[in-house]
C-alpha cells in the first residue's frame, strides 16, 4: 500500500446512477486524502435498510458500513498510519465539540450524520470521479467501493486480530440496537425487557438485553415467521399485535403483571413507538425508542404517563462515542461476551452486489456481507 500513497488509486466501484435500478460496476478515480483525511482499502462491507431507502429516493448513493485497512492518511492525522485495523460509521466523533466532551452524549457537531453532503468537509469536494466526473459521497463512508476517503473522526481503531468479516456489522444498525439496550435502557439483571421489532436493530436490542442478565425478553413483531430466529438472541417470549384485540400495550401489562421493566422500539412506526413507552411499569419503566418516523408522524400519550414515573428516552447509534467506544465493542466479541455470527445469514461476492439489495427487499435474513474484490 505504501506504493500507492499519494497517487489516485482506480478501482472498482458499484454506483447507483439512477432510483431503483440495480447498481452499475464502474471503474473509479479515489483521489488521496486530504488534511484529517485517511484513504482506506475496503474487505468487507454491507448494507442497512437506509442504503435501499435512498437508493429507492433518487440518491446516488455508495454503501454504509464495511471493514477497512488503511492505505494512507492525509495531513494532521496522528492516531492511525497504513496498515492499522479500523471500523467506520456513518457519524463521527471530533473530540472538541460540547458534544463529544459531554460523558452524555455523542451528537458530534462537525460529523454528525448528514445525508444531504456528498463531499467531504475539507474542501466541499467529492475525492471520487469517473473521466472526472464526481462520483458522491454517501454519509460520510462510501464504501461500495475498493478504496474509499473518509474524515479521520468518523474512523475507529480495533484490534488487528479480530476478524473483519464478523465485526464489519458493528459499524452500523447491530451497535446502534445493542447500545440502545447497554447504554441507553440499561436493564438491570433480572429485569424485564420488551423489543419491538425483531429485524437486526431489534435482535441486536435482544442480545443487549441477554448481555444484561434480563430474565424476560419479550419480542414484539406482526411476522410470526421471525420468532424462532429471535430465539437465538435470548427472546424467551412473542407477541404479534394482530393476535389481539386489545392494544399491544396492553397485553404486555397483562402478561407482566403491570408492565415491563424495559422496552426499545426499533421499527420507526409510531404506534409501535406509543406501545413501547405506554407498556413499561409506572415508577421505574424505561421505554429507549431507536426507529426513525416519519416525518409528520406525532407521538400523542396521555401525560399521566409521565407523571406516574415512566421515563422516555431517545437514542442515535445506541449512544457509542465512534472512536472512543466501538473499539471496547469490539473487545466484546473477542472475549466471547457479543455473539455476531448469528446477525450475518448472506454472503455474496462484490461483483453480485445486486443480490444484496435483492435480500433487503424480500426481507430475507438479517445481514449480507459483501465481499470485496470478488
Not at 463512508?141 to 464489519?168: M, Q, R, W
Not at 466501538?326 to 448472506?346: A, C, D, G, Q, R
Amino acid at each position: 500500500m505504501a506504493g500507492t500513497a499519494g497517487q489516485v488509486i482506480r478501482c472498482k466501484a458499484a454506483v447507483s446512477w439512477e432510483a431503483g435500478k440495480p447498481l452499475v460496476m464502474e471503474e473509479v478515480e479515489v483521489a488521496p486524502p486530504q488534511a484529517m483525511e485517511v484513504r482506506i482499502k475496503i474487505l468487507f462491507t454491507s448494507l442497512c435498510h437506509t442504503d435501499v431507502y435512498f437508493w429507492e429516493a433518487k440518491v446516488s448513493t455508495f454503501a454504509f458500513f464495511l471493514t477497512w485497512i488503511v492505505e494512507s492518511v492525509g495531513e494532521g492525522v496522528t492516531e492511525l498510519q497504513p496498515g492499522d485495523h479500523v471500523l467506520p460509521v456513518f457519524t463521527g466523533e471530533c473530540k472538541e465539540c460540547p458534544h463529544c466532551k459531554s460523558e452524555e452524549s455523542n451528537m458530534c457537531d462537525l460529523l454528525r450524520i448528514n445525508t444531504d453532503r456528498g463531499v467531504m468537509l475539507n474542501d466541499n469536494k467529492s475525492r471520487f470521479s469517473i473521466n472526472g466526473k464526481p462520483i458522491y459521497h454517501f454519509v460520510g463512508t462510501s464504501t461500495f467501493s475498493e478504496y474509499t476517503v473518509v474524515h479521520v473522526g468518523c474512523v475507529a481503531k480495533i484490534n488487528p486480530a479480530a476478524p473483519l468479516d464478523k465485526v464489519c456489522v458493528l459499524s452500523c444498525g447491530i451497535s446502534t440496537g445493542l447500545g440502545a439496550t447497554l447504554n441507553v435502557a440499561k436493564p438491570k439483571k433480572g429485569q424485564s425487557v420488551a423489543i419491538f421489532g425483531l429485524g437486526a436493530v431489534g435482535l441486536a436490542a435482544a442480545e443487549g438485553a441477554r448481555m444484561s442478565g434480563a430474565s424476560r425478553i419479550i419480542g414484539i413483531d406482526l411476522n410470526p415467521n421471525r420468532f424462532d430466529e429471535a430465539k437465538k438472541f435470548g427472546v424467551t417470549e412473542f407477541v404479534n399485535p394482530k393476535d389481539h384485540s386489545k392494544p399491544v400495550q396492553e397485553v404486555i401489562a397483562e402478561m407482566t403483571n403491570g408492565g415491563v421493566d424495559r422496552s426499545v422500539e426499533c421499527t420507526g412506526n409510531i404506534n409501535a413507538m406509543i406501545s413501547a413507552f405506554e407498556c413499561v411499569h409506572d415508577g421505574w419503566g424505561v421505554a429507549v425508542l431507536v426507529g426513525v418516523p416519519n416525518k409528520d408522524d406525532a407521538f400523542k400519550t396521555h401525560p399521566m404517563n409521565l407523571l406516574n414515573e415512566r421515563t422516555l428516552k431517545g437514542t442515535f447509534f445506541g449512544n457509542f462515542k465512534p472512536r472512543t467506544d466501538l473499539p471496547s465493542v469490539v473487545e466484546k466479541y473477542m472475549n466471547k461476551e457479543l455473539e455476531l455470527e448469528k446477525f450475518i445469514t448472506h454472503e455474496v461476492p462484490f461483483s453480485e452486489i445486486n443480490k444484496a439489495f435483492d435480500y433487503m427487499l424480500q426481507g430475507a435474513g438479517l445481514r449480507c456481507l459483501i465481499r470485496m474484490g470478488e
